[in-house]
């Protein structure tokens, strides 16, 4: 009880996300496969982490697990001072609504409405006053370069342009973290690197902890810190310094070390 | 694999999908099925030969409509079947199979769900039309005597008109299925592209809509004389292409215009199903219309059938007002057919009065007279005097006119021209009136002017108490009845048990028939089209669902979708259908606002029914 008290009472002062020995097994129990066996990870406020690792080694269902759409088998994950494990299905869709912001791989932005819509929906639902929402989306907007785009269907944007929405509607609600898996997946080159400025601009001006999930080292690179995942553990963690070149050949390095290109 | 496995697995694993085709097939099976046993037994079997031409006609016209109406009703469910499932096996395109095949595969799909819906219409008609004639028979007072039997004549009409129909729509799919481009097949350009249309095309659609659709309506009700059917015959059309122009139109542009107002639309759910309602408006509008019409159809229906029964009760009454009537030139008469009546039954009121003959079209009343006569059968009298030129015509109960008289009409009478002012169908001189024909009041003093020129002649009339006095009665009359060169006695005889217009329940019947037909259509059409579209918002919803958003609010958005995509035909349907019912009025010379009000509320029951419905369906396959 103590214990925990303290925890909470540190947590609000960075920690964001906390897990403790973190295992996923799928399957029934003679067919088992463990996909993530025993991860510690914290996330404090205003990091900005990316997971990679080779294909099937467990990082989506990590995202799941820590975005509460999954659930772990074991260990604890706690999400703003909230143990997600132990809580009701309505209170952990409060905390998805209030605390998480996404970002998918495919955008998966509303075909039915304007990018601008879009954007404010999670707000809207919220119930916050129209001019607070028309406020907010126009700043999101002019960050990230979409002021010209904001009238327009998702069918006429390109991918990169969905995918900024995509990232200015994570952000709208203000989220305690952003979890993002491949948001770069779907982009080429270029529209990848114009998101990926974006992110980190949002995260140096300090408004947005980010979780990203990737396996292209370039794309990691932008990140301060890249922790890789490998046969279900925490292999290592590499932090970038102020170099972003030297980082990417780092990861670049540390990649063969490990064995393999993930790409 | 051959196709037919193909086909039959997939009509076995998928049967879900295939369901909302199934059952309004299989309803509009049921209807038809219900109609050939209304043939052979319901209200028709009880009218005798009397009214046999009448009947066939009605039967004859009501084929002729259900039988277009099954035939757009086939094509729009095939129409909207085949949209769907051609995405879902276009993929088969990958795997090597050409047009041809996919085309055949469709066939023997659509096939096994012809048959499936055959069988179960028919099951669920044996099934139900005994229940089907009871609500008939409750609503259309005649006496159904309910059979719950199979008539195969009935099985062979049905099953043979639906198969006919049904396999020209199969083939059509097919040859649709067959000249598709293979794009078009896997439509891999599944985006959305019908989202916005240009403000000015959406005003231009508006404005036209408007201007046609309130001709439309001024038409309809337009007085003038003889133009009538054409007035409404033109109308029928301005109001249909008015309605098509008002969804594809107005209803957009007002969408649209309350989604680009953020104001409005960023408060809680709004942001999400009015912009969802835009997209479907677009995308359904011609569904949309459709229901409307059919609606309107359905409103107009009731009315109908309401109006005929009322007024069926009302000619009834009229034709009833006295059971015998004298007219005679002999002043004596009426104390010896009062005893010779009161013999053979109870007189439950006796009246007398004197008519002027002054040629051989015109009977003149005197004002005063007729006013006492009402009075003494206690008939409503709301006349005022005439003027000493003008004069008011006793005409009587019709089933509907499309001449709808509205200036007064000059008339000669011994001479002098008076104007017929009101044209009254209250049955003050009873039978006589509808019989002859030829009654006109007079002002007091005229008539005492006119009587230096005219024959005096009096009228007796009678009213049994008890109808089965009538034969003993009128054998005692008629030896009254007389013709010489110097008396002459006309008697007039209404047999209470007498059925001529019973033709008119049946057109009753057939009006309430007509309206469970368009009305269940209605419910499901819409019904259908947002199961169909329920498999499409999945996906959309599935995002809202990793985005976090609550179920509860997902829930109330739906809810709020449904209900406007209900409502907005609902009101289309009640403007709409007030401006037709009061056409209809017109045509009637009655006001059926009363029964407007209950045709519509009838309609909007089956609304909140379907959707109540729809939303649960809906919710169950997207959340
Ligand atoms: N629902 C499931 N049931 C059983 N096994 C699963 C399930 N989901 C994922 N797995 C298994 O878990 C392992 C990790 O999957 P995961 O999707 O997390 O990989 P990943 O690291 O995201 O790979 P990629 O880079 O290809 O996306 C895989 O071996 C996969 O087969
Ligand atoms: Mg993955």
Request: with cysteine; charged share 20%; aromatic share 10%.
């Given at each position: ?47 900005f982490?990316a ?51 996404f970002v998918f791989q495919d955008y998966n932005l ?5 990018l601008?819509?879009n954007i ?20 999101l907007a002019a960050a990230f370069g979409l002021e010209a785009q904001l009238?327009k269907y998702p069918y006429q944007l390109s991918g990169g342009q969905k995918q900024r929405g995509a990232v200015c509607r994570a952000l ?6 952003i979890?993002a898996d491949e948001p770069t997946g779907a982009l080429d080159s270029r529209a990848g690197k114009d998101l990926l400025h974006c992110l980190c601009r949002v995260n ?6 980010i979780?990203m999930v990737t396996h292209d080292p370039h794309c990691a690179s932008y990140a ?20 972003r070149?030297?980082?990417y ?14 790409a | ?190 985006q ?432």
């Amino acid at each position: 009880m103590i214990t925990r008290e303290v925890k909470k009472s540190k947590m609000n002062d960075n920690k964001v996300v906390e897990i403790k020995n973190l295992i996923k097994s799928y399957g029934a129990k003679d067919f088992q496969t463990t996909v993530l066996k025993g991860i510690d990870l914290t996330i404090y406020k205003n990091d900005f982490i990316a997971i990679m690792g080779p294909s099937g080694s467990g990082k989506t269902t990590l995202l799941n697990i820590l975005s509460t759409i999954d659930k772990p088998t074991q260990g604890m994950v706690t999400l703003d001072g909230h143990d997600v494990t132990h809580i009701s299905n309505r209170e952990l869709a409060k905390l998805r609504k209030d605390k998480i912001g996404f970002v998918f791989q495919d955008y998966n932005l509303l075909d039915t409405m304007t990018l601008q819509d879009n954007i404010a929906l999670p707000l809207a639902l919220d119930g916050a006053p129209a001019k607070k929402i028309l406020d907010r989306t126009r700043e999101l907007a002019a960050a990230f370069g979409l002021e010209a785009q904001l009238r327009k269907y998702p069918y006429q944007l390109s991918g990169g342009q969905k995918q900024r929405g995509a990232v200015c509607r994570a952000l709208i609600t203000e989220p305690e973290i952003i979890f993002a898996d491949e948001p770069t997946g779907a982009l080429d080159s270029r529209a990848g690197k114009d998101l990926l400025h974006c992110l980190c601009r949002v995260n140096e001006s300090g408004q947005a902890t980010i979780l990203m999930v990737t396996h292209d080292p370039h794309c990691a690179s932008y990140a301060k810190d890249v922790y890789l995942l490998s046969d279900g553990m925490m292999k290592c963690r590499i932090s970038r310094g102020s170099d972003r070149k030297e980082f990417y050949s780092r990861i670049i390095d540390l990649q063969t070390s490990i064995g393999g290109d993930f790409a | 694999m051959s196709v037919f496995r193909l086909a039959f697995m997939n009509f076995r694993n998928s049967f879900r999908s295939y369901l909302s085709l199934v059952l309004s097939l299989a309803f509009t099976i049921l209807i038809l099925f219900n109609f050939q046993n209304l043939i052979y037994s319901g209200p028709f079997a009880v009218l005798g030969g009397h009214n046999k031409q009448y009947i066939d006609m009605l039967v004859e016209t009501v084929s002729v409509v259900l039988g277009c109406f099954m035939f757009f009703f086939l094509w729009y469910a095939t129409n909207v079947f085949l949209t769907r499932r051609k995405r879902e096996i276009g993929i088969y395109i990958f795997m090597g199979m050409s047009n041809r095949k996919i085309g055949r595969l469709y066939v023997i799909e659509i096939s096994l769900v012809g048959v499936t819906a055959l069988a179960a219409g028919i099951g669920s008609g044996a099934l139900l039309g005994g229940l089907f004639q009871m609500i008939m028979g409750a609503v259309s007072d005649i006496a159904v005597d309910v059979r719950f039997g199979v008539s195969w004549k009935a099985v062979n009409v049905t099953g043979v008109s639906f198969l006919a129909m049904y396999f020209f729509f199969a083939l059509k799919g097919y040859w649709n299925i067959t000249h598709s481009s293979v794009l078009s097949m896997i439509s891999a350009a599944r985006q959305n592209e019908y989202v916005r249309m240009p403000k000015t095309v959406l005003s231009a659609k508006a404005a036209l809509g408007a201007a046609v659709l309130s001709a439309g309506y001024y038409l309809a009700n337009k007085g003038g004389r003889q133009s009538m059917l054409n007035n409404a015959l033109l109308a029928v059309v301005l109001v249909i292409a008015g309605v098509y122009l008002l969804f594809g139109g107005l209803i957009p542009l007002a969408l649209q215009t309350l989604s680009a107002n953020k104001h409005f639309l960023y408060r809680g759910q709004r942001c999400l199903w009015v912009n969802q309602m835009v997209f479907r408006m677009r995308k359904n509008y011609r569904t949309y219309a459709m229901v409307c019409i059919v609606g309107i159809c359905s409103v107009t229906a009731l009315a109908t059938g309401f109006a005929m029964k009322e007024r069926y009760h009302n000619i009834v009454r009229f034709d009833n007002q006295y059971t015998f009537q004298l007219l005679t030139n002999q002043s004596g008469l009426g104390e010896k057919a009062s005893a010779l009546i009161g013999g053979a039954g109870d007189i439950a009121c006796q009246t007398s009065l004197a008519a002027l003959s002054l040629d051989a079209d015109h009977l003149v009343l005197k004002y005063s007279e007729v006013k006492r006569v009402a009075q003494e059968r206690g008939e409503r009298f709301d006349l005022s005097e005439p003027a000493d030129d003008e004069t008011v015509y006793l005409s009587y109960q019709m089933l509907m006119s499309l001449i709808v008289h509205e200036q007064p009409v000059p008339v000669m009478i011994g001479g002098k021209a008076y104007l017929v002012t009101r044209t009254v169908r209250d049955a003050y001189i009873g039978y006589m009136q509808r019989e002859m024909g030829c009654f006109y009041v007079v002002s007091d003093s005229e008539y005492e002017r006119l009587k230096e020129q005219g024959t005096t002649l009096y009228i007796h009339n009678y009213k049994l108490a008890d109808d089965m006095d009538f034969a003993a009665a009128r054998a005692a009359v008629d030896t009254l009845i007389s013709n010489t060169d110097e008396n002459f006695t006309a008697r007039v005889a209404v047999d209470p048990f007498d059925n001529d217009t019973d033709w008119i329940k049946a057109l009753h019947s057939l009006c309430i028939f007509m309206f469970l037909v368009f009305v269940v259509a209605c419910g499901c059409i819409m019904f259908m089209k947002l199961y169909n579209d329920s498999f499409e918002e999945k996906e959309r919803y599935l995002v809202l669902r990793k985005l976090g958003i609550p179920s509860g609010t997902i829930s109330a958005s739906i809810a709020q979708e449904l209900l406007s995509a209900y409502m907005l035909p609902f009101a289309v349907i009640a403007v709409s259908a007030y401006f037709s019912v009061h056409a209809l009025g017109r045509m009637m010379y009655t006001s059926l606002f009363s029964i407007y009000v209950v045709s519509t509320l009838a309609v909007f029951a089956v609304f909140v029914l379907c959707y109540m419905l729809s939303v649960a369906v809906y919710r169950k396959n997207v959340l």
